[in-house]
């Protein structure tokens, strides 16, 4: 699959037995439905190291690998300060280099209600 927000391509990568995409030139991750929701709360992911985000990428609409669907860019309601591209179709989530990260970082007690 083709990285949403660069011309990287997506492989394939295992975090606590869930599979998810990697950028492997942007650091950015793709999450199918549910997939990050069963990847969070574990965390366990010390592979997942992913950096600083690449300049301009969080500001950048991109479209789903999946479907081709333009991403939605929503606030996590884990830590506002991180904005996720969701795909309103397959519902997959794309989050940028090192937003796993401080999302990973936000108090576990912020519990996961609508991602608006
Ligand atoms: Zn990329
Ligand atoms: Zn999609």
Same mark, same amino acid.
Do not use: Y
């Given at each position: 699959?083709?990285?949403p927000?660069?011309?990287?391509?997506?492989?394939?990568?295992?975090?606590?037995?869930?599979? #998810?995409d990697?950028?492997? /030139?942007?650091? $950015?991750?793709? =999450?199918?439905? @549910? %997939?990050?929701?069963?990847?969070?709360? $574990? *965390? &366990? *992911? &010390? +592979?997942?190291e992913?950096?600083?985000?690449? %300049?301009?990428?969080?500001?950048?609409?991109?479209k789903?690998?999946?479907? $081709?669907?333009?991403?939605? @860019?929503? +606030?996590? &309601? @884990? +830590?506002?300060? #991180?904005?996720?591209?969701?795909?309103?179709?397959?519902?997959?989530?794309?989050?940028? /280099? $090192? %937003? =796993? %990260?401080?999302? @990973?970082? *936000?108090?576990?007690?912020?519990? =996961?209600?609508?991602?608006?």
């Amino acid at each position: 699959m083709r990285c949403p927000k660069c011309e990287g391509s997506l492989k394939s990568l295992q975090v606590d037995g869930t599979e #998810v995409d990697r950028c492997d /030139a942007c650091s $950015g991750i793709w =999450f199918d439905k @549910r %997939e990050l929701v069963d990847v969070l709360p $574990g *965390a &366990a *992911a &010390a +592979n997942l190291e992913t950096g600083q985000d690449t %300049e301009g990428h969080d500001q950048k609409r991109g479209k789903c690998p999946k479907d $081709g669907t333009r991403l939605m @860019r929503v +606030n996590s &309601a @884990r +830590n506002h300060t #991180v904005t996720l591209d969701t795909c309103r179709v397959c519902q997959g989530i794309w989050l940028d /280099a $090192g %937003e =796993f %990260e401080t999302l @990973r970082e *936000a108090s576990p007690t912020t519990p =996961f209600i609508d991602l608006i």
